[in-house]
C-alpha cells in the first residue's frame, strides 16, 4: 500500500476515514485520534493535524 504524500491534508484525511465509520475521538496539541468499532475490538488511528 502506498504512503500518503507528507503534506496530505489532515482534515481531508478525516473526512475520508469519517467514511469508513471512524470518527473523531480526542485531539491534544496537533495530533488528532480516531477510533472506529469494529466486531473484533477497536481500530484506532493517530496522526498530525493542524486544524483551526
Do not use: A
Amino acid at each position: 500500500m502506498p504512503r500518503l504524500p507528507r503534506n496530505f491534508p489532515g482534515l481531508e484525511l478525516i473526512k475520508i476515514l469519517s467514511k469508513f465509520g471512524f470518527e473523531k475521538r480526542r485531539q491534544k496539541g496537533s495530533h488528532v485520534i480516531l477510533v472506529k468499532e469494529t466486531g473484533r475490538g477497536k481500530l484506532g488511528v493517530l496522526f498530525p493535524c493542524m486544524i483551526p
